[in-house]
Each structure stands twice: as C-alpha cells, then as structure tokens.
C-alpha cells in the first residue's frame, strides 16, 4: 500500500539538504591533472630563466628601463635589457602569492591564489550571435550591457571581462568610459575592463569612485581590475601598455598582465618551447611589475594560443590548446603566483556539438590543473571573434559539472553507507527512498537546467528542442524580466554630467 504524504516530505528533506550543500561550489581545488613531471617544470623555468639573461627583452620604455638597471638588470651585447637569474628569481619570492578581487558587493569577492579554480571571462569580440536571427553581427554598447546584466545572474562567472567591443563607438575615450559603466551598471561582481591610452585610467577611476560612493571609495577597495598585455611576442615590450600599467598601479587597480602568444608565429611551435618563452615573457611583466612596487597585486595570465599552421588562422580550440594551458597552470602554481590561462575559446560558430566538444575539453583540462582564474571561459564562440547569449548559459551549466568532477569523492564512515547498505539487502532490497539516499541526493549530485534527461519519446512530445532551443529561450526570459539596478540614480546623474554616456 503506498504511504500518504511520502512524496511531499521527501522534496521537503531534498530542499532543506539543497539549502545547505551545494554539490558543486565554485572555488574548488585543482591539481589532479599534471601534464608535466616535476624536473620538466624544473626544466622549463630554467628555460625561461635563461631566455630573460641570455636574450633579454626589447623596445624597453626608457623610464622602464632606469628602473630595472636600478635593481641589477643589465644591457646585453644585443642591446636588450637583460635579467641575471637571481635577479628574477628575486622579484619571483616578493612578488604577491594571492590577491583578493573584490565585488563591488563584498559578498562576491574571490581570493586568487593556491589551485582554487574560478571560471569567468574574457575577450574582445567584434561580433555577436543574435537571438532572434542565430547569425552573427556587429556588437554593440546595448550588447555589452546585456551580456553584463544576463551574467549577472550566473553563478559559476567569478568575474565578468566585458566579452564584447562596442563597435558602434568610434571614439576610443567614450569607448572606454562606456565599457566601464555598461560593467557597474549591471553587475556588482568583480569585473575588469582595459584602457585604450594611459591618459583614460584616471577619468574612468573618477567615474567608479562616484559609482561606489555608497560603499566607500573605489580607490581604497577597488572591484574593479585592469586587463592588460604589456609584453608584445616575442620579447619586447608595449610602451602604451607599460604606461597604462604604472598609471593603473599609480591608482591602486589590479592588474592582470596577460602574454597571449601564438604558436609557429610570435612563439615556438614546439610546445615545450612555447612554454618557455610565453613564460618568460610573463615573467616580463611581473618584472616591470615589482620593480616599482613588490608584492603589487597582479595575477600572473600566461595564455597559450594556437595556430593551425596550414592556414595561419587563430584557433581557439584542441588537444594542443587544453594541455598547454593546463601545462600553463601547473607552473603557475609551481612557482606560486595567482595564475590565468585560457579555456573554451572554441572555434565552433553555433551551440552545437563541436561547441560542447572543444569547451568542455579545455575548460575541464584547465579546471583539473587547478588554473586559479581561467579566462575566455564563458560566452566566446568563433575563435574569439564572437560572444553568444545562449552559450554563456550552456557554459554555466558545463562548469557545474567541472566543479563536480574537482570536488571529489568524499570518503568518510557516512559515506561508505555500511547501515544503508546493511537496511536495503537485509529489508526491501533497493536504496529508493531510504534516509542515506535522500541525503546524499542534493548534497552528492548536481541536476542540470538545460540539459535534457527525458526519454526520446517524451523529448519528442515536448517539441524535439535542442540545448541551443532551451538556452535561447531562458536567455530571453532573464534579458525581458532582470533588470538590476546597481547604479544610484544621484551617482548616475553625476556620471552623465561629467562624460558622454551612450546608454540609455
């Protein structure tokens, strides 16, 4: 005879479990997948070492350059400035371990650091997927706005990178001061943005600060952090980008310095020489770096990238690019430094099977190596060169599923379940609805949004749609009903006084 109110007090216990346990938190730890031995590390730094003594870096700013001699580099019979072993080795052991990137809500900060592993984003797309039409167009400041406002309410986005260039901007100041203000209008998550010149930093500081009036000065906690690539592959540096580097650290914003080389083009193709050179160059930047403030807050973003030699293009995607950015991050951490890599960069134009395919091979390779923030990882598509509603909800739904596979098995007496297994073989012979089962169920799996689980039948009943179909339509669902509104209408009058903001 089935027992009245079973069912009822069975999804109570499963709400109140899912209340306490989440079975797959952000933040986990990574590790478990090492590409490389220990003496090839070993090896490798070494390398890197040895490039930055031997070759040294060029196209040094002069400021830069008084700098660092001033701390022991020296000019090589190249001409380039050149760094002794213990020298970096030097700038490597005061340099910062972890840095906290703080959320304009204190609640979503993140600690960079160790092999936790936080997925966020990244990029510079020209173009993106429509959801009406499903093909590609420019994107614009609305764009943006909408990719900040939809990631907001994603819970495996540690951070939001705007994904996407607002094309239909001309001028590169009001470019600039409309990214930053499309990010704080719609998210209080960290976020960062990039500078186009040095001379942009401080009016956009000003801004934030008005932004952040009701929770104290942005200049004491900032939340927002600065992404930039100040080494140029191979071995020189980018004067605008040191200068905007030392005018960010002049006002106290983090930095993440990102060497994005490419493989066969501006770095070896070998991908052991690759590692070495992208790593010194890396290096690079931690150097100038420290040279004018130790211990400076600045996340150590070594991306290896690909191309497909028979025809030269970008390819964001592959077994080369999933063990070479896990490799990445095992170093990373190896030496010690907060590390960034990059991960889900597919080269698929469309959510579809190469998508699902490329995404969840780097991101989970990158995951497992325990890459502490893996960029790139949320919302790209075509090689970078596009940015989709719909994949940022089916990347979501993947990196619950990488959190899974991080945390584990956890094997205590509880677990192990001997009373459980003792009740069912010696009583009803099944585990289905037993106390240790209606534990376990929120607390030991996760139950996707998206993903499908019906029978081919019913899937067919309910109108035969695909991930892409269901991403599509929540997408919509959360851009027509969530409307955050993180921005004080005094702070926003003030803003739109001082600078041309193009968003309604």
Known sequence: MRKSGGRKARIAKRASVEQEHDPAPIGPQGGQYKPLSSSEVETIYATALQILDELGMGEVPEGLQNQCLSKGAYINKHGRLSFPPDFTQKIVDGAAKSITLHGRDPARSINVGGQS?????????????????????????????????????????????????????????????????????????????????PEFVEPI?????IAGSDTGSFRQRPWVFAHISPVISPLRYGEDAVDVTLECMRLGIPLNCITAAQSGATAPATLAGFLASSLAETLASLIMVNVYQPGYPMIFSNWPL???????AFSGAGGETAVMNAASAQI??????????????????????????????????????????????????????????????????MHS?????????????????????????????????????????????????????????????????TMWDVANTRAKEILETYNPDYLDSTADRLIRKQFNILLD
């Open 117 to 197: 592993v936080h997925f966020g984003t990244g990029g510079a797309a020209v173009q993106t997927l429509d959801l009406e039409t499903r093909i590609y167009r420019p994107s614009t400041l609305v764009d943006l706005y909408d990719f900040t406002r939809l990631q907001d309410t994603l819970p495996n986005v540690s951070w939001f990178t705007r994904c996407c260039v607002a094309t239909d901007i001309p001028d590169n100041f009001d470019l600039d001061i409309n990214t930053a203000y499309a990010l704080l209008r719609g998210t209080t998550k960290p976020v960062a943005t990039s500078f186009f010149l």
């Open 205 to 209: 500081a000003n801004m934030l600060d």
């Open 306 to 312: 690909v191309v497909d030699l028979r025809t030269g």
């Open 332 to 397: 990373i951490n190896w030496i010690g430094l907060p590390s960034g890599v990059a991960s889900s960069m597919t080269d698929a134009k469309a959510p579809d099977a190469q998508m699902g395919m490329e995404k969840g091979i780097t991101a989970l390779a990158a995951g497992l190596a325990g890459g502490n923030m893996i960029h790139e990882s949320s919302g790209m598509m075509a090689s970078l060169l596009g940015a989709s509603f719909e994949a940022f909800l089916i990347d979501d739904e």
């Open 401 to 465: 599923l990488i959190y899974r596979t991080l945390r584990g098995i956890e094997v205590t007496p509880e677990t192990l379940g001997f009373e459980a297994i003792k009740a069912a073989v010696l009583g009803e012979g099944h585990f289905l609805g037993g106390q240790h089962t209606l534990d376990s169920m929120e607390r030991d799996y996760y139950y996707p949004k998206l993903s499908d689980r019906t029978d081919p039948r019913t899937w067919q009943e309910n109108g035969a749609h």
